[in-house]
């Protein structure tokens, strides 16, 4: 009987049953569900501690050439106005090493070849050990790298800037599970065969201490991490093309109130002109938010920045921008360069990190596309006659974590060079980091001072490589002397409404669901901003925030700030 | 008559059976079919070319599907990856317990079902279309090109597609521009919750409609173009053609291709939504996979959780293949897999 060629009927039972099938066991799993325990879950507090004995001891390194300007480091670090003549050594004679280890880093700039003279010729200078960076797209790095970690595939070490650490909800047990404990070989005086990582102060190396049970830190802590950049001084900038401000006859503002004026006056949309790019972690300065994790004491009570009445009008603020037509259309999107579109004068304020001060000016002067072109920084805006502040950024900007499979003369060997990477801005070593091999990457001007060619361009600047190995043991603010000089002037102008993060030497991990609760917040308040929803529902977010994780995170820092407080 | 022998002509048939049809096509009486079975040695010695052929492939199956798919224990497990997979308790269905009980799952699961229905309904049949379009053209040098230009972004990554968009549609989009040049609004259509499923269906559409194309076009190039001269010579006219010869002989793979999608049903992907999140709001944009995606690497659920929710979706996909294929199977298709 030939059956295949027929169609039988379909049964409706039958049907009735394949097509429920689906359905019924899709229904039926929740009702399976058993109940299980899951560990984990509760939060977590460690506390920086300067004085623990696994500390490397602090040795003074003192700059080989005097600063120009002095300032009162961190905060308002010291500055070259003239390049040091002649370029001092940090390091004369480096330690001899032969080992290849893989570093990860992200790369914002070129990736040059594995087997590029460059890297040769930083393997000789450093004393022989061979670095090999694998640079990854930063976009996707931070995600990737909380993979990457999990499964140990991050080669003998990765960097990872401390607020990339709060992609892991877990980041304290992977640390100590995943990192090499690097006490063993930094504990006591380290100056002789690392002079430049004792050099780096007790705070930088108590901020990279780990404990593997928090609630025992005195046994269980260990140095996990070789620490980056010691962060001080305000923490980003809100830039503004001064030569369009002027142009146009504005003036510049120094309150919320003044720069809507000026975004309404200079914003002009046919002509594709929008006064305003990024604003979001610039501005709750400007409303007195706190920084770094959002909670702080109010009248005496421990509250976070999503239930105080100044975040409300924060996000009024941020919406009235966008209803008014104020900001860039593109922003939020994937298809906004802030960097670009102030460039070519279609913003006139965008926030950023300090690179764009001086790298956009030079790029603009290199290509001399406007002459005129002049770039400046808004100093801490006020609303409603608050006091004015402005966010600082503290603490240790990142780290770098060497794979715990490592043994200890593999570790020894890595701290070489990061020694030899610590040196400081002026040093023939940070000259090699940042801009390669004289004559083939960078010349000298008459003034001294390295500037990339061509080929350092192309193949080196903003390259991100040796910069990981270590952050420098004293940052002192280098590059043309006018730019220096205003940028140190600017940090002075700041220095006294400065405000850090109360918690910032407390590493809370929050309790089970507080992210959750803290992520679908952020997406209720964003859906307020550009005004998908009403700003009314702002106190429902509030509370549903609260009762899913908020409250729960609050007992933390409450309890985080009476041990603080010595009570 | 001649039509519905061609119909019966244009879908395959499998060749024992279509033998004996054409021996009782002379006689009065059906006699019964024999099937002699063959010993599974003389098959294996008969077959072992097409065998060693096909022994890459279920290598690649085995290492990178299901070995790895024997991992999907660890959504019944308190996991940790930073202890021995067989050292992580067991602690049943509590992950899917969280997954169904999260008061924004199911909302991500209707999102998810919107697109895959919308993908089905609007993306599916206008992949047949072009195919039908691109069969149609006579001009060779045309064809080519056309095909070419409409498959071309289906190898185009999400960040593309969503950049071109933006570039064409967005608000300081090519089209904004020109339309604030004569005058009128800027297109919102980019970051309109409302819309937002048409814009994603422009954009499946443009990505993924010449791909499917491609498929359709091979079936298609498998019909006998005697079929067609046959009809024309019986007078059948341009649609009866279509409706009679080519639809019916690119069934098959239709079948196929509808049964596979639905497996996939709950997977609509992840970069789409994600980078197009902030402008239409989390809300509109969230599928599961973005769902998982936050609760997971972004949150402190893990591993298991983002398992549990992948094993989910397997489940129903391969319910729904089942329960598809077996309709197929019903309505006289060969499916997925033939039926022994």
């Not at chain 1, 002459?371 to 006659?385: C, I, R």
């Not at chain 1, 400065?498 to 910032?504: A, S, T």
């Not at chain 2, 010695?45 to 299901?66: G, K, M, N, S, T």
């Not at chain 2, 019909?223 to 059948?236: C, N, T, V």
Request: hydrophobic share 45%; with cysteine; proline share 6%.
């Amino acid at each position: 009987m030939a059956k295949n060629l027929t169609t039988p009927a379909l049964r409706r039972r039958t049907l009735l049953r394949t097509g429920l099938l689906g359905s019924v066991c899709a229904a039926g799993l929740p009702l399976l569900a058993g109940c299980g325990e899951i560990s984990g879950g509760e939060a977590s507090v460690q506390t920086q501690n300067a004085s623990l004995d696994i500390l490397p001891e602090y040795v003074e390194w003192p700059l080989p050439a005097e600063p120009d300007l002095v300032g009162e480091p961190p905060d308002h670090p010291s500055a070259y106005l003239t390049y040091p003549d002649p370029v001092p050594q940090a390091i004369p004679e480096p330690r001899e090493g032969s080992g290849s280890y893989s570093i990860y880093v992200p790369n914002w700039g070129p990736s040059m070849a594995k087997d590029d003279p460059y890297y040769t010729a930083m393997a000789e200078a450093m004393g022989g050990t061979r670095i090999e960076f694998v640079q990854n797209d930063p976009n996707a790095y931070t995600e990737a790298s909380v993979q990457w970690i999990k499964a140990q595939e991050f080669g003998d070490g990765i960097l990872l800037f401390s607020w990339m650490t709060s992609a892991d909800a877990n980041f304290d047990e992977t640390v100590v599970n995943r990192f090499a404990n690097l006490s063993e070989v930094l504990a006591g005086d380290i100056s002789e065969r690392w002079p430049l990582l004792a050099g780096r102060g007790d705070d930088v190396w108590a901020a990279s201490v780990w404990a593997e049970d928090p609630a025992n830190p005195e046994e269980t802590s260990g140095i996990y991490g070789i620490p980056w950049t010691t962060n001080g001084g305000p923490g980003n900038g809100f830039f503004y093309r001064a030569d369009l401000l002027a142009e146009a006859g504005l003036e510049v503002p120094t309150t919320v109130e003044e720069l809507l004026e000026v975004a309404r006056a200079w914003t002009d949309d046919p002509a594709g002109k929008w006064a305003i790019g990024g604003t979001d972690y610039m501005s709750t300065a400007w409303f007195g938010l706190t920084p770094g994790s959002g909670w702080s004491s109010q009248d005496g009570e421990i509250v976070h920045n999503n239930e105080r009445p100044e975040f409300k009008e924060w996000v009024e603020f941020q919406r009235q921008i966008r209803e008014e037509g104020l900001v860039h259309p593109d922003v939020g999107t994937p298809n906004f360069d802030g960097k670009a579109a102030q460039r070519a004068g279609e913003v006139l304020f965008d926030q950023d990190g300090w690179a764009r001060w001086t790298d956009v000016p030079a790029q603009v002067a290199a290509s001399g596309e406007n002459p005129d072109f002049d770039l400046d920084v808004l100093g801490a805006l006020t609303s409603k006659d608050r006091e004015p502040m402005y966010h600082a950024a503290s603490g240790v900007a990142g780290w770098l974590f060497l794979s715990n499979q490592l043994e200890r003369e593999q570790i020894e060997e890595i701290l070489d060079v990061a020694n030899w990477c610590s040196s400081p801005a002026g040093t023939i070593e940070q000259e090699m980091i940042v801009y390669g091999i004289e004559g083939e990457h960078f010349e000298r001007g008459d003034d001294g001072r390295p500037a990339f060619t061509e080929a350092g361009i192309t193949a080196k600047q903003d390259s991100f490589a040796f910069t990981a190995m270590s952050g420098v043991v004293q940052n002192v603010l280098e590059g043309p002397a006018d730019m220096v000089q205003r940028r140190f002037d600017f940090n002075a102008s700041v220095l006294p409404v400065l405000v850090k993060d109360e918690f910032e030497t407390a590493r809370v991990t929050a309790p089970a669901g507080a992210d959750e609760a803290g992520t679908i917040f952020d997406e209720k308040v964003n859906d307020i901003i550009m005004g998908r929803a009403d700003l009314s529902t702002l106190e429902d977010a509030v509370a549903t925030w609260k009762a899913d994780g908020g409250d729960a995170t609050r007992a933390v820092y409450e309890e985080v700030h009476r041990n603080m407080e010595g009570q | 008559m001649m039509l519905r022998t061609s119909r019966s002509s244009a879908t395959p048939v499998p060749e024992v059976l279509a033998s004996s049809e054409a021996e009782d096509a002379g006689t009065e009486t059906p006699r019964p079919v024999l099937r002699r079975r063959i010993p599974l040695r003389a098959r294996l010695r008969r077959d072992w070319p097409l065998l060693l052929l096909v022994f890459p492939a279920l290598l690649q199956l085995a290492f990178f599907f299901y070995l790895p798919s024997l991992f999907s224990v660890i959504a019944f497990m308190d996991y940790s990856p930073y202890r021995p997979l067989w050292e992580n308790p067991i602690i049943g269905f509590t992950y899917f317990q969280m997954l169904f009980q999260d008061p924004y799952f199911v909302g991500a699961l209707i999102n998810t079902l919107k697109f895959a229905l919308a993908q089905l309904l609007f993306v599916f049949p206008f992949s047949i279309f072009l195919a039908l379009l691109v069969h149609g053209m006579l001009n060779k040098v045309l064809r080519n090109g056309f095909q070419s230009i409409v498959y071309l972004p289906y190898f185009f990554s999400w960040v593309l597609v969503v950049t071109i968009f933006l570039q064409i549609l967005g608000q300081d989009g090519l089209l904004s521009r020109w339309l604030v040049g004569m005058g009128a609004e800027r297109l919102t259509i980019m970051n309109n919750p409302e819309t937002f499923t048409f814009l994603a269906w422009m954009q499946w559409t443009w990505k993924d409609a010449g791909w499917g194309m491609i498929i359709f076009l091979a079936a298609l190039g498998a019909i006998s173009p005697s079929l067609y001269e046959a009809a024309a010579a019986d007078g059948a006219s341009r649609w009866q053609r279509l409706w009679h010869i080519t639809l019916p002989g690119i069934r098959p793979v239709i079948v196929l291709l509808l049964i596979l999608q639905l497996g996939g049903i709950l997977t609509v992907g992840f970069e789409q939504y994600q980078l197009q999140r902030e402008a239409v709001g989390w809300q509109t944009a969230e599928v599961l996979d973005t769902f998982v995606y936050y609760r997971t690497i972004l949150a402190s659920d893990g591993e298991s959780l983002g398992t549990a929710a992948g094993l989910f979706k397997g489940v129903i996909g391969l319910l729904l293949i089942l329960s598809a294929n077996n309709v197929a199977h019903r309505l006289g298709e060969q499916g997925v897999f033939q039926k022994s």
